[in-house]
């Protein structure tokens, strides 16, 4: 295999087989996106997609893109949603160390973005979703994404649902894909599928200027006279990337994300002195609910404790418990809450006692005994003192049997996808140690670390290919001219 | 200023200034090690130094070495330990993702690298201090330094001190230093301080071999037939490295190192194709202790929770309260338990009730309460059944008035130093990011990703820096012919 980081240079290259302004490497959102910005910015533009076909890792997702600050879906809803709120919303849930430029363009930025994206093809029904969590299991366009609705984001900051999601029923990443792979086809980009890229070229100012691709397992030489967009997913389908960079995950049984995910592209950008950064962030999700209504039971930990409120974004869950918990996480419920989840999670231990339950779980005597008789005990009065979970879900548990639904890493669906990655700006430039920038080189979507630092909401990483693939694809084609 | 990452080419050096067989960036710990090493090999070694002579960060800690697997201090004092029981206590407390091949070779070389320690010059005391936690005030040679007699490693691990300091009384890592560069002045090697190493220079095949440095104003082109040893510190003096690569511990009052631990070197070598891991990582110690008594106390969390042991290494409560607990850690006291630290930290309430001190913490009501009686009735009976503290430190809370001591990232102090940098093999080393050796590239000490990958012990730094240190040196001495 070509060492994919050893980048060569010019001096080696004594013709080029294929010339193009903007080379694109990846055919999934980002690099739709990009091409089309790229076309439209009047720049000849190659796509160069391994797979046979255009989707990538975006059209295997639930297709939502996080939007906001008022579009027109919200509005026809009738949410009330300004750039302000989505800001402070992002800023709090997508750190520790969000990336504040990016945020804020974007949040200012979504409404507009919303509206390309509509223009682009991509048709959304003004519909709401009462059900926060995954995407409409209809066509339905808007649902709470990034538990904006409850602790401890609702009381300060005013929430609205942003998961926006394309008129398409259940998953709607296929659809997404099949709309913006259209849109890119109507443009005069050239798309080369069955194509894997494998080496950056850069001359002697260290500035890339094409690359090396594999084609019928022939070397084909690409001449990008204005610049390559790496678009090409994350990592996590390379154990030894995970291992290195982001240990954590390995305990984690599945793995989103197409084989391409394969992080080739973010080490093919490092042998050009690109940095990677937040390599240790990964999103972890969890499918508790549906049905939501699990979620009258209590989350505990190893120590028989709560230690989050039931009720916000799975996603945040499933961080919560593997970063901080030791992945060892289970749900109790009683009689009166427990039906099937969707993921078919059977409870572990069912006893007639909490005391039973909490003796079958090996945890600490007495300890789940107090957490329950808590919980049970300001449930009755509508509050949660320890995590402010919402009303309309508190119950007390007190309808034997007990159930402990077992949610560790090591036996229950956890599924994550990597957040690290290049180093860009707002214009998808990727930028070195020292934040400076490497000429010629951009990216976008989950080759690079975006709007989501750590921190995850459903719909920032379609939100992260879509619009800074966009602008990448734009920079682009204004570039090295 | 030059940007570090930015290599530059042999074609573009005319003559060059200095020709050696090894360079040495650096002479703390590591490059001191790494020196003497690398004559040893018959090497012709030229140690660069940014500061007026040797030291470096190294000089400003408490010189405690993590030595085991029964050295001669560990022998005399009593103590038995294998390098097997050694490799099991790193492997546990050094992840997530530990090093394996380096806790390997670290375990089973440890006694032989204490010997030629001694035999460098650096003397231990063959006595032993039953504090555990910081450096001995005296100059007893062996200390526990991470937790090995505490949950959750003494009943599943052998326990044995394995924190060496050198025969100094209270902080040794000045005399350590002495002896160390007294070592490396007896070798042959030539030792040039006030020299600002700036840049690596490549050949056309991306080989090492030399680098730009900056004497009295001037560049110097610096020649390294052999190759270049990085052992320049870690990041944690660069707040853009910490905000980009570790943002979590910018709310840290205390960054511990050297004005040169700038991760200038780390950037000098992913300009060269390096690739960082766990960037993320780092040492949080907050000095609770001495008095060891107060740990008498309870740590408890914003919702009034334990959440660890109190008697582990104080480096596991400050990683566990920051990365894990939000920064929010409050030391509980009694009447009975209380007096001043060592760091004179004030308690921040004193109330009559549990209840009182709850209400005055804004605490979950009644959450602290429970935590206190339920601590309190096995605490009684010498049991510690949720995080199993030891029964000697197991004493119930009931002598009012009652005291917390805020011991949360905003008040107290937090002093920590980045863990992530280059990755590298057990010689020392540089990988890209395929994990393909950067030929003519080596790095030790905090400048790479060592024995710590993660978790820590008090000694493992200087383990790093003398032991892999030393290894890069005779790997470079042997390498490039």
Same mark, same amino acid.
């Given at each position: 295999?070509?060492?994919?980081?050893?980048? %060569?240079?010019?001096?080696?290259?004594?013709?080029?087989?294929?010339?193009?302004?903007?080379?694109?490497?990846?055919?999934?959102?980002?690099?739709?996106?990009?091409?089309?910005?790229?076309?439209?910015?009047?720049?000849?533009?190659?796509?160069?997609?391994?797979?046979?076909?255009?989707?990538?890792?975006?059209?295997?997702?639930?297709?939502?893109?996080?939007?906001?600050?008022?579009?027109?879906?919200?509005?026809?809803?009738?949410?009330?949603?300004?750039?302000?709120?989505?800001?402070?919303f992002?800023?709090?849930?997508?750190?520790?160390?969000?990336?504040?430029?990016?945020?804020?363009?974007?949040?200012?930025? !979504?409404?507009?973005?919303?509206?390309?994206?509509?223009?682009?093809?991509?048709?959304?029904?003004?519909?709401?979703?009462?059900?926060?969590?995954?995407?409409?299991?209809?066509?339905?366009?808007?649902?709470?994404? =990034?538990?904006?609705?409850?602790?401890?984001?609702a009381?300060?900051?005013?929430?609205?649902?942003?998961?926006?999601?394309?008129?398409?029923a259940?998953?709607?990443?296929g659809?997404?894909?099949?709309?913006?792979?259209?849109?890119?086809?109507?443009?005069?980009?050239?798309?080369?599928?069955?194509?894997?890229?494998?080496?950056?070229?850069?001359?002697?100012?260290?500035?890339?200027?094409?690359?090396?691709?594999?084609?019928?397992?022939?070397?084909?030489? &690409?001449?990008?006279?204005?610049?390559?967009?790496?678009?090409?997913?994350?990592?996590?389908?390379?154990?030894?990337?995970?291992?290195?960079?982001?240990?954590?995950?390995? %305990?984690?049984?599945?793995?989103? =994300?197409?084989?391409?995910?394969?992080?080739?592209?973010?080490?093919?950008?490092m042998?050009?002195?690109?940095t990677?950064?937040?390599?240790?962030?990964?999103?972890?999700?969890?499918?508790?609910?549906?049905?939501?209504?699990?979620?009258?039971?209590i989350?505990?930990?190893?120590?028989?404790?709560?230690?989050i409120?039931?009720?916000?974004?799975?996603?945040?869950?499933?961080?919560? !418990?593997?970063?901080?918990?030791?992945?060892?996480?289970?749900?109790?419920?009683?009689?009166?809450?427990?039906?099937?989840?969707?993921?078919?999670?059977?409870?572990?231990h069912?006893?007639?006692?909490?005391?039973d339950?909490?003796?079958?779980?090996?945890?600490?005597?007495?300890?789940?005994?107090?957490?329950?008789?808590?919980?049970?005990?300001?449930?009755?009065?509508?509050?949660?003192?320890?995590?402010?979970?919402g009303?309309?879900?508190?119950?007390?548990?007190?309808?034997?049997?007990?159930?402990?639904?077992?949610? !560790?890493?090591?036996?229950?669906?956890?599924a994550?996808?990597?957040?690290?990655?290049?180093?860009?700006?707002?214009?998808?430039?990727?930028?070195?140690?020292? =934040?400076?920038? &490497?000429?010629?080189?951009?990216?976008?979507?989950?080759?690079?670390?975006?709007?989501?630092?750590?921190?995850?909401?459903?719909?920032?990483?379609?939100?992260?290919?879509?619009?800074?693939g966009?602008?990448?694809?734009?920079?682009?084609?204004?570039?090295?001219?």
């Amino acid at each position: 295999m070509t060492r994919p980081a050893a980048v %060569r240079d010019t001096r080696s290259v004594a013709a080029w087989d294929l010339e193009t302004d903007v080379a694109v490497v990846g055919f999934g959102a980002a690099g739709a996106c990009a091409a089309i910005e790229a076309t439209a910015g009047g720049a000849d533009t190659l796509v160069l997609e391994r797979a046979s076909g255009g989707g990538g890792t975006s059209a295997l997702s639930g297709g939502l893109v996080y939007l906001g600050g008022g579009t027109a879906v919200q509005r026809a809803c009738g949410f009330e949603d300004t750039p302000d709120a989505m800001y402070r919303f992002l800023m709090a849930a997508c750190g520790p160390g969000p990336d504040e430029a990016k945020i804020r363009l974007y949040a200012d930025e !979504s409404v507009a973005h919303f509206d390309w994206l509509v223009a682009a093809g991509v048709p959304f029904r003004p519909s709401y979703y009462p059900e926060p969590g995954l995407e409409p299991p209809g066509d339905d366009g808007l649902v709470y994404s =990034g538990g904006e609705d409850a602790h401890p984001f609702a009381r300060v900051i005013p929430p609205a649902p942003r998961g926006h999601k394309p008129r398409h029923a259940g998953a709607a990443g296929g659809f997404l894909m099949q709309c913006l792979v259209a849109a890119a086809e109507r443009t005069p980009a050239r798309i080369d599928v069955d194509t894997r890229c494998e080496t950056l070229i850069v001359d002697d100012t260290r500035r890339v200027v094409g690359l090396i691709a594999r084609q019928g397992g022939a070397e084909r030489l &690409v001449r990008a006279r204005r610049g390559v967009i790496l678009c090409a997913g994350g990592f996590v389908q390379n154990p030894a990337m995970v291992l290195r960079y982001c240990p954590v995950i390995a %305990r984690c049984k599945y793995k989103l =994300g197409q084989e391409g995910d394969d992080g080739r592209a973010i080490r093919m950008a490092m042998g050009a002195g690109a940095t990677v950064v937040r390599m240790e962030a990964a999103e972890v999700a969890i499918p508790l609910t549906p049905p939501r209504r699990l979620m009258r039971g209590i989350l505990v930990n190893r120590h028989g404790q709560r230690f989050i409120n039931e009720d916000t974004y799975f996603g945040r869950i499933g961080q919560e !418990s593997l970063f901080h918990q030791d992945g060892r996480m289970w749900l109790l419920v009683d009689d009166g809450v427990y039906e099937r989840n969707m993921a078919g999670m059977e409870p572990a231990h069912v006893e007639e006692t909490v005391a039973d339950l909490e003796r079958a779980l090996a945890m600490p005597p007495g300890a789940l005994e107090w957490t329950v008789d808590y919980y049970n005990r300001h449930a009755a009065r509508g509050e949660d003192p320890l995590h402010h979970k919402g009303a309309g879900l508190l119950q007390a548990l007190d309808r034997p049997p007990y159930a402990a639904i077992d949610c !560790s890493v090591d036996r229950a669906l956890y599924a994550t996808f990597t957040l690290g990655g290049l180093h860009t700006t707002v214009d998808g430039e990727v930028l070195d140690p020292d =934040g400076e920038v &490497v000429p010629g080189l951009y990216a976008a979507g989950r080759t690079t670390s975006g709007l989501a630092a750590a921190g995850y909401a459903s719909g920032l990483s379609l939100a992260d290919a879509t619009y800074f693939g966009r602008r990448a694809g734009r920079a682009a084609a204004a570039g090295g001219r």
